[in-house]
C-alpha cells in the first residue's frame, strides 16, 4: 500500500501528470461554463426579472400589426407621470394616475416591477392593484403601509433618486420610483 503512495515505477513521468491536470481543468472549465449558459438562457425565462430574448421584449403577447406602436402607458419611459405636460388641454383633464398591478405579492407573471417617473418636489401618486391583502415599503423614502384591495397611493417626493416598491412579505420588487431632481 505504501508504495501507491510513494511513487516509483508504475508512476507516470512528471510530465504527463501535469498533462492531465491541465486537460482535467480545461475539460472541466468547459463542462461548467457550458451548463451555466444552459441554465441562463433555457431555464431562466420563467423568472420575474428575466431579460428577454424572444418577442418584443415585454413578456406579453400582443396582436399588434408590424410598423404600428401602441401608446404609452403613464409612468413609463415613453410617457413619464409628472404634472406639468406641454398639452395645452391638460389643465382641463385630470393627470392619469398610473397603476401598478400585483398578483400574490409580486408583479403579473412575464412583466416586472413597473417603472414609474415623477419630479423632485411634486406629488407622487400612483394606485396599486391587488388580488389579496398586500403591505409594501418603498425603500429610502421611508413610506410603508399596508392595503387590503386596490388603493391609491400619494405622498410629496422630498428627494431625488430612484426607490424600489418593495412587497414587504416576499421582499419582491413591484415597481421602481425614478424621482429626477429639480423642481
Keep these: 500500500m505504501a508504495r501507491l503512495f510513494a511513487g516509483g515505477s508504475d508512476d507516470r513521468s512528471p510530465r504527463r501528470r501535469w498533462t492531465d491536470r491541465i486537460i482535467g481543468i480545461v ?42 406602436s401602441l401608446p404609452a402607458h403613464p409612468g413609463s419611459p415613453e410617457q413619464p407621470a409628472t404634472e ?6 391638460s389643465e382641463s383633464q385630470p393627470k392619469p394616475v398610473p397603476i401598478v398591478k400585483v398578483i400574490g405579492g409580486a408583479p403579473p407573471t412575464g412583466s416586472g416591477p413597473k417603472q414609474l417617473n415623477f419630479k423632485q418636489g411634486e406629488r407622487i401618486r400612483f394606485e396599486i392593484e391587488t388580488d389579496e391583502p ?5 425603500r429610502g423614502l421611508g413610506v410603508s403601509q ?10 410629496k ?24 431632481g429639480g423642481r
Excluded at 84 to 89: A, R, W
Excluded at 134 to 138: G, K, L, Q, T
Aim: glycine share 12%; net charge negative.
Design 27 to 68: 475539460v472541466g472549465l468547459v463542462l461548467g461554463l457550458g451548463v451555466l449558459v444552459y441554465f441562463v438562457f433555457v431555464h431562466s425565462e420563467g423568472a420575474i426579472d428575466a431579460p428577454q430574448v424572444k418577442g418584443s421584449g415585454s413578456g406579453q403577447a400582443t396582436n399588434q400589426v408590424p410598423g404600428e
Design 134 to 138: 398586500f403591505s409594501f415599503e418603498i
Design 84 to 89: 406639468g405636460s406641454t398639452n395645452p388641454n
Design 146 to 155: 399596508s392595503i387590503e384591495s386596490s388603493s391609491i397611493i400619494s405622498f
Design 157 to 180: 417626493a422630498h428627494k431625488a433618486g430612484q426607490f424600489p416598491v418593495i412587497a414587504s412579505a416576499t421582499l419582491i420588487g413591484v415597481a421602481d420610483l425614478l424621482i429626477k
